[in-house]
């Protein structure tokens, strides 16, 4: 079984532009959840979706928002990226939305700004 | 606000040492707790965790952890390290899609 495909694998933006993330969930997963890890830090919680809502947000500007399409497929968009932004970025998926509920982790999509 | 915190940076251990990852919480309730592992270029794989129940949990690849709620720990030991274990590793804390992950621990295996 396939697991978490995230595309592209790697991405190079300059300053100001704008970023679309795409990540595929395990088959039968609804529950995706995005995170952000900056080089030499833990990931940092973004964004949770479940069954298309919104189930949780973490400490994130406005730049960066998130939706989830009826195949249970995501997307991650930043607008306005800044240097700052330069991270791999993490999509996991699990079955349910919370309890006791393994996160699967796709490879991410290493983000550089320039 | 929950946090983890795992207090060694880097470390640095022989083939064949046993290893001990240390990781410290801080939540009001009985948290749920994970250790991931992290290889170059991977994304991250996740070794074992605690919901309840017996507080030593065994995971994949011979590793196991003891939830201790008197020291808020949850540490991860392996009796005997092999050189394909060198990796990155990080505690979670979290029970819902938001999970609170450690900065992390890296390990080194000397041959």
């Known amino acids: 079984d396939a697991g978490v495909t995230q595309s592209p694998t790697h991405l190079i933006k300059t300053r100001g532009q704008q970023v679309t993330l795409r990540c595929s969930p395990i088959s039968g997963h609804k529950s995706v959840s995005w995170y952000q890890q900056v080089l030499g830090q833990g990931p940092q919680f973004i964004f949770q979706?479940?069954?298309?809502?919104?189930?949780g947000r973490g400490n994130f500007p406005d730049r960066f928002s998130a939706r989830q399409f009826p195949n249970y497929s995501s997307e991650l968009n930043v607008n306005a990226l800044l240097l700052g932004d330069s991270a791999l970025y993490l999509c996991a998926s699990s079955l349910q939305d919370r309890g006791h509920n393994e996160q699967f982790f796709g490879p991410g999509t290493r983000l550089t700004v320039l | 606000a929950q946090s983890v915190t795992q207090p060694d940076i880097h470390i640095t251990v022989s083939e064949g040492a046993s290893l001990e990852l240390r990781c410290n919480y801080s939540y009001g309730a009985t948290p749920y707790l994970f250790w991931y592992v992290q290889s170059p270029g991977q994304g991250l794989q996740l070794l074992l965790k605690y919901f309840s129940g017996d507080t030593l949990v065994q995971g994949i690849k011979g590793f196991e952890a003891e939830f201790k709620r008197s020291q808020s720990s949850f540490n991860l030991r392996k009796p005997s390290v092999h050189w394909s274990d060198a990796a990155e590793y990080f505690c979670?804390?979290?029970?819902?899609?938001?999970?609170?992950f450690g900065k992390g621990t890296k390990l080194s295996v000397k041959p």
């Open positions: 979706y479940y069954e298309k809502e919104e189930r």
């Open positions: 979670a804390s979290g029970s819902q899609g938001n999970l609170i």
